[in-house]
């Protein structure tokens, strides 16, 4: 089996690069769910005459508003996915680091107990047996 070889030092410097990512990708969903229905109101209707406030009723607002419906539910889950993708690695790295620290204590345990010699003239056999 091929041993492991994770520096956590990396996997820190990687997570900390693709959160500053995930801050702008979570920021950009943000504005769009902001900005789109103001844009869908802003773009009108297509009513002649009409001087009223704007409804967000016309074609590009009802393109708009299928665009989010569509998309909306996926946006979602990247943003969902990629915060557990890095509390997931996060917490596997710190799992990592502490069996390294385990296994080290526990052989330095091992490596100062006092050895338990035989006493003189025992082999740790029985009389008789083989």
Request: aromatic share 6%; net charge negative; no cysteine.
């Amino acid at each position: 089996m091929t041993g492991w070889d994770v520096s956590p030092s990396g996997v820190q410097g990687a997570l900390k690069k693709t959160a500053v990512s995930a801050e702008g990708l979570s920021t950009a969903g943000t504005n769009l769910s902001d900005t789109l229905p103001r844009t869908a109101t802003a773009a009108g209707t297509v009513a002649a005459g009409y001087t009223g406030p704007a409804l967000a009723t016309g074609p590009v607002a009802a393109a708009l508003g299928e665009f989010m419906q569509h998309w909306q539910k996926d946006l979602r889950y990247v943003v969902e996915r990629t915060g557990k993708s890095l509390t997931g690695a996060a917490e596997a790295t710190n799992e990592y680091v502490k069996g390294d620290l385990e296994m080290a204590a526990q052989a330095q345990h091992t490596a100062a107990e006092e050895p338990t010699p035989a006493p003189p003239g025992f082999s740790g056999k029985r009389a008789g047996s083989e």
